[in-house]
């Protein structure tokens, strides 16, 4: 198994910037990509940004140019820079990590990001 673990999210005036990790442990080897979903209240999940193990990147078309995500091998943690927030970036954010196995995958336990106004 594969234990997530997120931290770094709170709350931010527009425009402002926060720095989103997502830390791995246990079955390493199992994981394939990794990335970050996020969910807004009455709105589906949708993928934010994704890294696969040879670092290849795509993001939702809504953060390209203000998020980016990166992964650090030997601390086996992807982070997730978000610059230039804005008010429709709130949501709850959480951290993915394929299994090379197949779905379902494993997940953090969420984070909330909140940017005002």
């Known amino acids: 198994q594969v234990q997530l673990v997120e931290s770094g999210g709170g709350l931010v005036q527009a425009g402002g910037s926060l720095r989103l990790s997502c830390a791995a442990s246990g079955s390493i080897f199992r994981i394939e990509a990794r990335g970050w979903y996020r969910q807004a209240p009455g709105k589906q999940r949708e993928l934010v940004a994704r890294i696969t193990s040879g670092g290849s990147t795509n993001y939702a078309d809504s953060v390209k140019g203000r998020f980016t995500i990166s992964r650090d091998n030997a601390k086996n943690t992807v982070y997730l820079q978000m610059n230039s927030l804005k008010p429709e970036d709130t949501a709850v954010y959480s951290c993915?990590?394929?299994?090379?196995?197949?779905?379902?995958?494993?997940w953090g336990q969420g984070t909330q990001v909140t940017v005002s106004s």
């Open positions: 993915n990590a394929e299994d090379v196995f197949g779905p379902p995958g494993y």
